[in-house]
């Protein structure tokens, strides 16, 4: 069983940026497809990046390309998603997950989720 805990999120302006990180715990997730998920209030959970094991490929979703980049530290067992030009769409709790079939889907792991609020 992997823990996900994610940890970066916060209040920033709109145009600011975040960087989320995700440790996973209880076992390695080097060999793991990872992503982030983001869901708004009132809105469905929403894939919005994915990365293979070896961090050589990478999906990010129509709505955050050119603006959101995930990347990976497998010595460290952690994912990344840097997110640039932030708006108030952006705002959601952003979820970690690992295991997913391809980098375009999420896995069954989930972390708690981090809050990112953008203001106007």
């Known amino acids: 069983q992997v823990q996900l805990v994610e940890s970066g999120g916060g209040l920033v302006q709109a145009g600011g940026s975040l960087r989320l990180s995700c440790a996973a715990s209880?076992?390695?997730?080097?060999?793991?497809?990872m992503g982030w998920s983001r869901q708004a209030p009132g809105k469905e959970r929403e894939f919005v990046a994915g990365i293979d094991w070896l961090g050589l490929r990478t999906y990010v979703a129509d709505s955050v390309k050119g603006r959101f980049t995930i990347s990976r530290d497998n010595p460290k067992n952690t994912v990344y998603l840097q997110m640039n030009d932030l708006n108030t769409e952006d705002t959601a709790v952003y979820f970690c997950?690992?295991?997913?079939?391809?980098?375009?889907?999420?896995?069954?792991?989930w972390g708690q989720g981090t809050q990112v609020t953008v203001s106007s």
């Open positions: 209880g076992r390695t997730v080097s060999h793991s497809n």
């Open positions: 997950n690992a295991g997913g079939p391809t980098i375009m889907r999420p896995g069954t792991s």
